[in-house]
């Protein structure tokens, strides 16, 4: 490089030229507008231009968990029922959730997203941070940010069909904030320096994760806005609320300067949680079912190289009653006939002299620990060939549709239940380590990844 670009020079003499302040930190946010329904539209261009709103439950036709600009123009919100919505709005079009489709979408849109900034952390299946620290000084010559987002979200629209809204600030907090305001317009940016100015007259509520108690606490101080708890003395935020207080203090004031960060958190849990297509008569067919779904977990659990000491079964009725049972283990187990044994037992005991049909079916593993599958030198372990047999079945999986590899339980639940024969896909509400594994191939399982505000 030259040194001596059209725009002054790259390469400049004086020390710290290229350390910037912790100030000046730059988090994008960008967060998909009304994600699910934006999805069915572009799956569908016909409801291009038209209310629409993607129902949960069982049959999809329950409460609403998302709805376009259009619909909440009606009054349509998630939570919504179903059939409130179709009579708030009747020309309305109510689309069952295709969840599968999301992920897929999802995908696309962070695989172009990575391409905008250095640091790219997901948050949900439609959220994510990107960081613009270094751009300004590095990276951006004739472009500002604003130009730059514009072009990002016009590609991602182009490329998926998905519109997406962007909040720039000097914390990921804050850019979320930003990205709030800038619903309906597109994209904000709150200039370096104007962070307190911003959050003035905005509520505390508009806190991710800041929680009821919270901001019940925060009101008995007389804190209703950021405004409200910037003139708070700090260290009373701090004995009311610990590091969290002192850390809201700072935010308020403009002053909490975070670097985007992927943090990294071990798993502590695998649960899966299924309502059956139709209330179970048959304890055996729950039972199948049941057996099915832990051989899932637990070739999930060993692939990302753990093995679970503790489980817990609930199995809830058709008349919303619930019974639930624990098993601890002596040693961690990762083997199938291990783990399906005990859970047969469990669900025996908690049907005995329950004669009512099954709703739903929970279970945990946790108490979680490290599982090593790696070859030995000296010899083959049980827990390397399972490890083996784990990845290929997987990969054949993968290859050639979900079930063309299954075991035993899976095998008899799809014979008992016709309904198996396409098992429905699972809501991807915490996606977050899948997503990563799905950008960047399977995650270090000393180290996988999990991003976390405040
Ligand atoms: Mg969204």
């Known amino acids: 490089m030259d040194g001596g670009g059209r725009h002054g020079t790259v390469w400049a003499s004086g020390e710290g030229s290229f350390v910037k302040p912790a100030s000046q930190n730059r988090i994008l946010h960008v967060d998909g507008d009304s994600f699910f329904a934006s999805c069915e539209i572009a799956l569908d261009p016909r409801l291009e231009g038209r209310p629409v709103w993607v129902g949960g439950g ?7 968990i998302a709805a376009n600009r259009l619909a909440k123009k009606h009054g349509i919100q998630t939570g919504t029922a179903c059939f409130e919505a179709k009579r708030l709005c009747p020309g309305g079009v109510l689309c069952k959730p295709h969840y599968e489709a999301y992920r897929d979408l999802s995908r696309r849109m962070f695989l172009i997203l990575e391409a905008y900034a250095p640091t790219l952390v997901p948050y949900s299946i439609d959220e994510g941070f990107l960081d613009f620290s270094t751009m300004e000084a590095h990276v951006w010559r004739d472009t500002t ?28 907090q804050l850019a979320k904030l930003a990205t709030d305001a800038a619903k309906g317009t597109g994209f904000l940016e709150v200039p370096a320096g104007r962070e307190k100015d911003f959050l003035k007259d905005r509520p505390v509520q508009e ?24 003139r708070l003395p700090s260290m009373l935020l701090k004995q009311k609320f610990g590091i969290w207080g002192q850390q809201l203090w700072l935010f308020a004031n403009g002053q909490w300067n975070e670097p985007l960060a992927l943090e990294i958190k071990d798993r502590t849990t695998l649960s899966s949680s299924t ?73 025996r005991e908690i049907m005995a ?96 990844a999990q991003g976390t505000l405040f």
């Open 58 to 64: 069982r049959r999809g036709d329950g409460i609403v």
């Open 145 to 172: 940010a604003a130009d730059y987002v514009q072009g990002l979200r016009q590609r991602v629209l182009r490329e998926t069909r998905l519109p997406v809204t962007a909040g720039l600030g000097n914390s990921a």
């Open 207 to 230: 806190l991710s994760g800041i929680g009821r108690n919270r901001q019940r606490s925060l009101a008995a101080l007389g804190a209703l806005t950021f405004g409200h708890v910037a």
């Open 275 to 347: 309502t059956l297509p139709q209330d179970e008569p048959d304890p055996e067919a729950a039972l199948t079912f049941l057996l099915s779904e832990a051989t899932r977990l637990t070739g999930q659990l060993r692939r990302e190289c753990m093995q679970a000491r503790e489980f817990s079964l609930a199995v809830r009725f058709n008349d919303f009653t619930e019974v639930a049972a624990c098993h601890r283990f002596r040693h961690p187990q990762f083997l199938n006939s291990v783990i399906n044994t005990v859970l047969e037992q469990m669900f």
């Open 353 to 448: 002299g329950r004669d009512r049909p099954v709703r739903q079916i929970r279970l945990a593993l946790f108490n979680l620990e490290k599982l090593d599958t790696h070859p030995t030198l000296w010899s083959r372990t049980p827990e390397e060939r399972w490890g083996a047999l784990d990845d290929a079945t997987h990969e054949l999986n993968q290859k050639l549709g979900k079930t063309a590899l299954m075991t035993g339980a899976q095998f008899a639940l799809q014979h008992s239940d016709p309904s198996q024969k396409q098992p429905k896909a699972k809501c991807p509400f915490t996606p977050q380590r899948e997503m990563i594994t799905q950008l960047w191939g399977a995650p270090d399982p000393a180290h996988p």
